[in-house]
């Protein structure tokens, strides 16, 4: 499960609930990123994930966080359809 926010064309890679099988991929995926990158991908996080975690099934979640920075500066989630963003079911937060 991924939020729905800050995707930037690939999946938010900032939080993720999963089964530990799948945990295992997804937080070692940095072994492969020198295969992905000689394979023509580009050096991008979010990217990265979303073709790192391809086979797997993703679902979005309704969960919202907000960033806090080391300075103390807080961004609010950030929801951008034209990145791949879903927007919020009705619903939902």
Do not use: Q
């Not at 991908?41 to 309704?62: A, N, Q, S, Y």
């Not at 919202?64 to 103390?72: D, K, L, M, Q």
Request: aromatic residues 14%.
């Amino acid at each position: 499960m991924i939020p729905r926010f800050c995707n930037y064309w690939g999946y938010n890679d900032r939080f993720a609930m999963m089964r530990s099988g799948v945990a295992m991929r997804y937080f070692t995926r940095l072994g492969i990123l020198d295969s992905y990158l000689h394979n023509g991908g580009i050096f991008h996080p979010e990217t990265f994930l979303k073709w790192c975690m391809e086979d797997c099934r993703m679902v979005r979640t309704e969960t919202v966080f907000h960033t806090i920075r080391a300075n103390g500066d807080t961004d609010a989630p950030l929801y951008l359809p034209e990145c791949g963003d879903e927007l919020p079911s009705p619903s939902g937060p």
